[in-house]
């Protein structure tokens, strides 16, 4: 069902997960259920007050009851009316203290944040007298491009260009253009200080979610049930475990050591022996287990005086155990501390809550007996039904929820502050608006998130387009990468059309690092107290005593009630559904070995589209196909009706999926072409008349219409939109895939992020720190359907090149490449570098400022005059000039750092030298030199270089099959094997890179490519449905190839024919940004650290190489002293000291101005010095003792 | 080595004659086959072919940078869509039409400064929107060497943007860069034959009838084809083993096409004449140890 996938695509970006999430997040004033006005809603600014509202302490206003509210109003335990708090459109508060709407590239050139003042509305209850309500503006918040209150987004844009006096008749890709915008970038990610940072989605386990366990502990198995509770970005995991006396005991957390499970149900509530029992039992081989629980708690000796029996005595232990010796309203404080926060806080925190985390805790150790009894299997931790993602939108939750209790808090503190009596309250000068905007800025521009988490935004990879995507898509565990973890790295088979299967990283971060299958969907989040009433509506009964013949039914892991029938619930669910009367983010499973009913409806679990199959085929039809395609449905569209279903892991645990809808001939039964799936269209999906009426096929080729078997039967549930949206974004670029072996896909997926071409097409109003772009790239011969979605063919990043397989002359052996030296000089490969440059005129306390100038010879480390030849008046060099190492790109000087400094001399202070300079092993040509303005309003230059960057020996190419190489020579064309037919490959690689590593891939690709050329269309090589290895050979045989694809060649050197025939083809290469010429590094002499007087390290230093311990004992291997002498002390830190002769003394000498001779300061010795040479490090070392007050004496000798 | 082409080698008997047979020329292509050589002899000319003949081809772009007006005083942007470098590399795979009897600058007698002798200018002076081909390059001086193909595009020009520059054209050889080749699509092959008896290889009749006459001689029991005419039917019988493959690896099938600088068949004459000197400057480089 390809033509469900285009259309999918036409509605969706393959970010809009993240936009999505985002939109959702957001406060706007159409939208009053969105996250953020829910934790407006719920904040409480102390723990003893009512959420949404504030009450100023009445001794500091002078008695009067003062209520702040800035929630909604709450009826019947749900919030309503008008949202309280909304996001404007992104600005900036200019110098000037004029606000303006900026664009994104305004923001990236600008180096400004692109962000949107937050309001607020408040309204104020003084003693019973409601004022007007006031907006005040709280802060700002980091807006996402392309979300829905970015600047681009629908209607704002056509805003922005008419108040700007833009082109308002134009397309909307023109007025894109028009703001400086790559029309199809695509969004979903922000701009902080100017760069480009994205929230990678973070995997977690589920929370609320009871998980049970064996565990290894002290050599023997115990059974474990966790639960990560979490409620209002408070996160607490309780867990329980079952000793080898059986006895059951839970830990909390924030608490020392664990409880026995018996006398915290009791503390709990529960105050009967028969309660305790009742909660936990639902097997009979559990009672031993229960009673000997209970017994145990009873136990004088364990527990004295007289044993737990009841809820007081439990209290009583409690507080004997965890404050003992305290006040009793201490000891009372800290047991409610505990029972009402620490434990199962999504349950709730109040008293009244207590007896709910009773019936939960009982639920979790049944789960804990049944796992021990083996009527329950151990839970899946890497099972995705088990975990959520957290996507942007739950990320800045986290942060917003923290800053806007901080700044709420701080409100409340002002307002009592500064209150006066004649004046009232004054809300807009009480509020500190940076607190927000800097704690939300803060931890978006470093990626430390609350938590301690590190690393949650990080800056977008721009290389190409394809690794920017990837980047958006990824998905992050937080699992530390020093750990195995083996089973949570593996491949889930639950990850099947979620996650990616290839695409994730070697080394350490093997499959922690995840990135999203093609098309998938992440829940937002359901209203559960809705869900409950359409359930109670499904004959659910109450929670109320054991019922074993019933199923139980769970809701987002709570434990909800009974049902008689709990597979017919499971169906009703189902058909309510997808008749659009239950939320379609709601999902459910029936387990038929427990009989019990998992539904789910929370945040964060990922999810993939399916269609319905009923009766043996799909509920879909070729009438909605036309609607779909016509553009009068969407996909939400099919969901409503019933004939798509997004379902999550949990539930497709309960479906029959068929892979194929139907089988085909291998040939078209009239035009005898080969068939494969991208050639084929199903016509009459949903038509089944009788259960073996068959589906009706159209040949792409001929457009004839014919028969074929169904493979939909009854029993199946549901069937695959199309197997090769198993793969994600990167992996899909490569073509045949499944002919290659699985570590190359992964090693291309790597090597495909890291290829340049077109990343972006605004790149030359771009200020990228680093960028390049390819020369001329090319669509790929060999295309996968995937690139149409992702559009590649705008974004290409690679070549299609002629290649041989061959050796030549050892050049190319160990993965090497032998390039043709014409092509190189035709232009192939070749790609420019950027690097911009940035300077400021900054302002210092005190009133001084940078200032762009030449500087004169009277500034402090002014260079010589020519170094500033290039530049213009105002010490800003021109474009196009060319510049290499060390060269002034602006000229600057700064005011003097100290106001001492320039020592006994009077007179004015000099201005110190401090322009901007190429780095010293680059050069190029000046780009672009941009000017503006930043936002504390200080001038800010941006110059951007450019160096063309032409093949070299060195440079590292790679196919899309994981086959990469560098360039071992660079071959005159003369010199190069040619045809009869006069072709030279471009490039010539070794034939030993294909069997080990099993790359048919490779081989088909080059095959599809020389066919492409020959025939004028590109080939498909889609995953599982491109064209087939026998339509190749086919086609290579009517082209006039061999179906080998294997050429008679002649060697260019001597003349002669090869005795062997030659594999050829045409194959999509891709130069990857690992070149020479921003790595080959050697230096002689250069400069040296100041504390070590060691040479520095680094290219970016001119450093030296260093000579290791490696290197060193080959030396002392050879007996080579003079070299190591040389290597280790002439040609780095070598000094010569002057030591003090006298053997009593051995100090260091120093030397006397006045004299001009040497004399030791501390014997007085001006005779007996001699020079010593040593390592400085030693001088350091020495140095260092007497500071610690040893005294290093160096008694001198001769040597013998 | 195959005997007959010992014998080659060392002008026995009938086959001290080489014979050079022109087989089909048009202006920029030429296909011929020459007898009685070695590959060595053959690989010589063809080396010589693409390396070796002298072209003309711009050496040196000068772009004017700043503002450009036209006749009515509109100004112009000279930035380009391209980069410099990316339009001077453009520019420099212009084919001139040239002129053999250019001087190489550092052998002209200008001592390399640069004249008519040895030096075309060429300028472009162009304004947007419009795309700029080659045929926008006006050659300064001779009249006769313009470009080549006046269809090649160089650079796309947005409004108001506009180009003006100048090039310098100077003559050079393949070696130095590929800008200065001549020739393109330069190859030989073997003179082969595919006997084929036709009792062992039952589909001989389908390559008959996709193959032109010119390539079969067929008596009653055998079938011989050749490949020489480029027939790509004949290629498949490479794959049956019970064809017998005759390869001569001293008759010669020569082709190659000109980028329009000169005609094929001048390119030709040169390379021959060419081809005695290159082994000369070898002969004299040498020298007799005392």
Redesign the interface.
Known sequence: MKELVDYFFKNESVVSHQIDSYNNFVATLGNPESVMQQIVDETKVSDDEEPGLMVLDPTKTGGREIRVYYGRVREKGRFVGEPTIWVGSPEIKEASGASNQITPNEARLRDLNYMAPITLRVRVVEDGMEKEPENIKIGDLPVMVRSKVCSLTGNNLDVYVEKNNGPVDASRREKLQYVGEDPDDSGGYFLIGGSERVITSLEDLAPNKILVEFEEKYDSKVEVAKVFSQKAGFRALTSMERGNDGIISVSIPSVAGSIPLVILLKALGLDRDVDVHNSISSNERMEPIIYANIEESKNPKIFPPNGVNNNEDAIAYLEKRFAAGQAKEFREKKVSQMLDRSLLPHLGDRPEDRIKKAIYLGRMSRSLLELHLGIRKEDDKDHLANKRVKLAGDLLDELFRNAFQAVMKDLKYQLERTYNRKKGIRLKPAVRQDLLSQKILHAMATGNWIGGRTGVSQLLDRISNVSTLSHLRRIISPLTRSQPHFEARDLHPTQWGRICPNETPEGQNCGLVKNAALIINVTEGYNPTIVMETLKGMDLQEVEGENPDAGRVYLNGDFVGYHNDPAELTDRIREERRRGKISSEVNVRFDDSTKEVIINCDRGRIRRPLLVVKNGTTVMNSDMLKKLQSGEYSHEDLVKRGALELVDAEEEENLFISVYGFDFPERCPKCNQYLYRSKLRWLNPGEKDTPDSPVILECGHCRTKFEAPSLLTEEHTHLEIDPSLILGVTASVTPYPEHNSSPRITMAAAMTKQSLGLSSSNFRIRTDTRGHVLHYPQIPLVTTRVMDFIKYEKKPAGQNFVVAIMSYQGYNIQDAIVFNRSAVERGLGRSTFFRTYSAEERRYPGGQEDKFEIPTHDVLGARAEEFYRNLDENGIIFPESYVEGSDVLVGKTSPPRFLEEGGDKLGPQRRRESSITMRPNEKGFVDNVILTVSESNSRVVKIRVRSERIPELGDKFASRHGQKGVIGAVVAQEDMPFTEEGVIPDIIINPHAIPSRMTVGHILEMIGGKIATQKGEPVDGTIFSGEPEKSLREDLTKLGFRHSSTEVMYDGLTGRKFDADIFTGVIYYQKLHHMVAGKFHARSRGPVQILTRQPTEGRSRQGGLRFGEMERDTLIAHGAAMVIKDRLLDQSDGTILYVCGNPKCGHIAILDRKRGTPRCPVCGNTGNIHPVETSYAFKLMRDELSSLGVMMRLVLGDLK | MTEQRRKVERGEGEYNLMSLKILKAEDRFIKFSIDGIT??I???L??TL??DIPKLAIDKVI?H?GQIRDREGNVYDSSLPL????VA?RLS?VPLVSDPKMNFREECACEGKGCPLCTMSYSINKIGPAVVTSGDLQPMGNPDLTPADPDIPIVKLGPKQAILVTGEAIMGR??T???W?AT???????HREFVVTKSELENWTSVKEKCPLSVISEDSKTIRFT?DD?C??V??L??YPSVKVI?D?TQFIF??ETDGSYKAIDVLEYALKRLPQRLNTLLESLTTPD
Do not use: C, M, W
């Not at chain 2, 980069?83 to 990316?86: A, R, T, V």
């Open positions: 590959p060595t053959a690989n010589a063809r080396r693409l390396d772009f940078h980069f410099d470098e990316i590399h795979l393949g070696k860069h590929t800008k080749q393109s699509g330069v190859f030989y092959k073997y490949d480029g790509k039917a290629r498949q490479l794959d390869e690896d082709q190659f």
